[in-house]
């Protein structure tokens, strides 16, 4: 998962005020348990040491989203009386709750909002296609495609004259799938999609599909509907649920591999977080990999104030140099140094096998 969108928490120090507020539920009295929400979250921030400016921004925040539509929850993060960054989330919150630490807590948003992959859909046919974007925070239209319109049917004739015409209809089929696949392709290079779903006829599909770059065979999936139909919800979910499986399992497996030494005694994986913290230091971390309910997750290691200010004693950090530092979650630390060296970060699901050992682990990079 590509986290660029976090660089903001990363530019300032903290201590930082880290909210999760579930918005699933909508009746008429929503307005009222949403401000009672907001004098929550702020009561247990100030019981956790948040400044007063900071406790009343997040209060204010959560305030306004009393009348939001938000099927599904907001994350908070503020620090000095300002709410740094707000993003909605794909899946409920395990209820309302808030954290004042050092660093963001955001080991949960990864699993409440970025795991779920973008879905990019192409509904096909001979003329072109409709594409929509899908995504846990629901749909938007992406474009349309539009081909060649002439000659489409083919003619049940046989003599030379249809079947020249033929072999023109063939052409335009041919020239309308390089049209779509090309627009499909350059609307996920745009949107970065994670996951690229081609509904429509199996000829038509097919002929999409054998014409999109090598680069994007393994996003492609192709829906069993007839030309013509829309995707319910649970069949998009079901295609990225599994293409959120096979990633994470391909994932693991490549982890597992890496970890023994190259010919030059080198691991490509390590899993400790000793090992993860050094990694992390020698900005040599190239995939984080995390299970959320791994116990070396909540493991303290101690930070400056840089990203690359990292170890797993106090006293480490003062050989090092820093003279200011504080106590973290191990995942909060390592999270803020793969986003800081633009490493991607992979959270593995529960029910996952227990890889990384300790829940943390990381594929290296050597150059």
Not at 34 to 57: K, P, Y
Not at 180 to 194: F, K, L, M, R, W
Not at 224 to 249: M, N, P, Q, Y
Request: glycine content about 8%.
């Amino acid at each position: 998962m590509d986290l660029a969108f976090l660089h903001p928490l990363y530019e300032h120090s903290g201590p930082w005020a880290s909210v999760y507020v579930d918005t699933s539920r909508h009746t008429e009295s929503t307005p009222h348990e949403r401000r009672l929400t907001a004098a929550a979250m702020a009561r247990q921030l100030a019981e956790q040491g948040a400044d007063e400016a900071t406790c009343r921004a997040v209060e204010t925040a959560i305030d306004e989203l009393r009348r939001s539509g938000e099927p599904h929850g907001r994350a908070l993060f503020a620090r000095a009386g300002e709410v740094v960054l707000d993003p909605p989330l794909a899946r409920p919150p395990q209820g309302d709750h808030a954290e004042w630490a050092p660093l963001p807590r955001v080991t949960p948003l990864l699993e409440l909002a970025g795991q779920d992959p973008v879905c990019l859909v192409a509904y096909v046919d001979r003329r072109g296609a409709d594409l929509e974007l899908r995504s846990g925070l629901g749909r938007r239209e992406a474009g349309t495609v539009t081909g060649r319109q002439y000659p489409i049917h083919r003619t049940s004739s046989a003599d030379w004259s249809e079947r020249h015409f033929q072999l023109k209809v063939e052409n335009t089929w041919e020239h309308n799938a390089g049209e779509i696949a090309g627009h499909v392709s350059a609307c996920q290079e745009e949107t970065g999609a994670d996951l690229i779903v081609l509904v429509g006829d199996d000829r038509e599909r097919r002929a999409v599909h054998e014409r999109l770059p090598q680069r994007l065979r393994d996003r492609v999936v192709e829906a069993s509907h007839g030309a013509g139909s829309r995707l319910l919800d649970e069949d998009v979910e079901s295609a990225r649920a599994e293409h959120t499986r096979r990633r994470a399992e391909a994932e693991r497996e490549r982890f597992l591999a890496a970890r023994a030494p190259d010919g030059e005694g080198r691991a490509g994986a390590v899993e400790d977080v000793p090992a993860l913290v050094e990694a992390a230091r020698e900005h040599r971390i190239d995939e984080l990999l995390i299970r959320a309910d791994g116990p070396d997750t909540h493991r303290e290691v101690w930070i400056g104030e840089d990203a690359d200010q990292l170890a797993v004693r106090r006293t480490e950090l003062k050989t090092l140099g820093e003279q200011n530092s504080w106590a973290a979650r191990a995942d909060d630390a390592l999270i803020r140094s793969a986003v800081t060296t633009d490493a991607p970060v992979l959270v593995l699901p529960p029910e996952s096998e227990e890889t990384p050992v300790g829940g943390l682990g990381a594929l290296l990079r050597w150059k």
